[in-house]
């Protein structure tokens, strides 16, 4: 089973269009109302951090997208790009997509924890500043690879909580930022399409005799994925959610 990220789910699943979905009504139903408390949790974690309100649209009025990923190392590879940008101001060498979970440096980042962040639990506690967190990718490395949560609003702490399903709540407009700046160092179009046959290639390619954002060929198809889904969640309205 390999990560999926969707925008719209609600939508997705009154539709009965999950990929591959053999769910019952009743099932649906029930993963709707888990979404739905999800979703409402969220207002209350945002509201508690001080931060504006987001609601998730009606789902008559959202378009949902699907956006298939490279598995979770595909996601971990794009992390490990983020987190020696911000150390060092430069890209690490390719590496196979299987080692990206174990880079010294990434597992390092997760453990520290990110430099901005707002648990809320009983209380809220502040974590570093935003002045720490300059340069750094804590929206996009500091979430599960598996489950949890972008919103539509632009705000520059991560969201930690046990409210909520994954436990972070990130900012698709600040996932998008950082997303972008993973691009230009790459020298990616960010409007390339990620199923061309030139991304294509790139994926399949070895990266020793490619150049530019070709050495990275998985980083730059995961890349462009995100900016995809950060993009649709900001004009719909709706959530990004891990699944």
Known sequence: MGLNIVVGMLADLDESELDESELDDAEQDDLAGE?????????RVLAAAGLPAWSEPDAAAVEAAEFDMYGYGG????RRLAVHLAESGELPPPAPVEAAAEDPLLKDVYSRGPRYGVEVDEGTRLIGSEREADGAYDHLVHHSDCEGFYVPV???PVLCTNEITGGWVGSSQRLLEECRRIAARLGLPDDLDPWGDEVSAAVEAD???AEGWRRY????????QVIAAARHSI?????IVFC
């Open 35 to 43: 979404l739905c408390a999800d979703f409402a949790a969220i207002g």
């Open 75 to 78: 996601l971990h590879t794009l």
């Open 154 to 156: 632009d705000f520059a």
């Open 207 to 209: 990266a020793e005799g």
């Open 217 to 224: 060929g998985v980083e730059s198809f995961t890349c462009l």
């Open 235 to 239: 004009v719909t309205g709706a959530a």
